[in-house]
């Protein structure tokens, strides 16, 4: 009986996680997913049936069509390793898959550093309540402190983020102009999104239709609508509430290359600064 392509939604989403956005055949840069499409294949490390490149009889379907017998190529890459299987055998690819996903995982390590939220915030917190904010201190120290403990990208990200929300004077984020004026990909700045919206800073809100499920070039169906890249583009973001508060204090501070300061160097005389 021939075995069938049987791919879960969440493991799509782990293996496209996993890829980086990016081809895992060595020294490939081709990326799998922009605004113009998605370039991804889902290639079969053992071959699903008879005849299929590496096809092994002793696998069982469950096992043939696990994450860990997958490999995300571009259509080049992945109609090579096929055509070739003496130089591209299981074991080969195994060890690409493997290596590739090992370099995007260590690529994305988040270091925390440590830091004391110390001095006066009665004039910050005076300028809130005059523009009818409600923040008490102790909230207002433990959300900055999770802002300044994020790794140094974050912050420029999030800076970016901010300045551009607050330069447009709109209810969301323009996220392809916070990447138009970023000097990073879209697959990095995916996975700043990703940390930010996981760690509630910020979320996106749309509601997708059923133009978000996007056809494979192998004929599977992926749900893009959990994709980070997709939603740079398609996504509607915004602050959460409990986080708007840095947006409040890059106002307060009224300059980016001083709201970059607090955040990089975690100078916080900006708000204790009783001459503010």
Known sequence: MKKLRNYKTNMIKELYAYSGNQCAFPGCNQKLIDKNGNYGEICHIYGLNLGSARYD???????????????????????????????????????????????????????????????????FLNWLSDKEYEYNEKEIKQNIYIILTLDDNYKIVLAKIIEVY?????????????????????????????????????????????????EMEDGSFCDLSEDYIYRIYHGRWCFRKEYYIIVLIYE????????????????????????K
């Open 252 to 275: 307060y501070i009224n300059s980016l290359t001083h709201f970059l300061d607090f955040l990089i160097n975690k100078n916080l005389s900006y708000i204790t600064n009783s001459d």
């Open 57 to 123: 009889p002793q696998k069982s379907e469950e096992e043939l069509n696990s994450i860990s017998n997958l490999i995300l190529l571009c259509p080049n890459h992945h109609k090579m390793v096929d055509s070739d299987v003496e130089n591209f055998s299981a074991e080969t690819l195994i060890s690409i898959k493997e290596n590739h996903e090992s370099r995007v995982i260590n690529s994305t390590i988040i270091r925390f550093k440590s830091v004391v939220i110390d001095g006066d915030l009665s004039v």
């Open 166 to 214: 607050w330069r447009n004077e709109c209810n969301s984020i323009d996220m392809p102009r916070v990447l138009d004026e970023l000097i990073c990909d879209e697959f990095q700045l995916s996975f700043v999104l990703d940390y930010l919206e996981k760690g509630g800073i910020i979320k996106e809100v749309t509601k997708y239709t059923m133009e978000s499920i996007g």
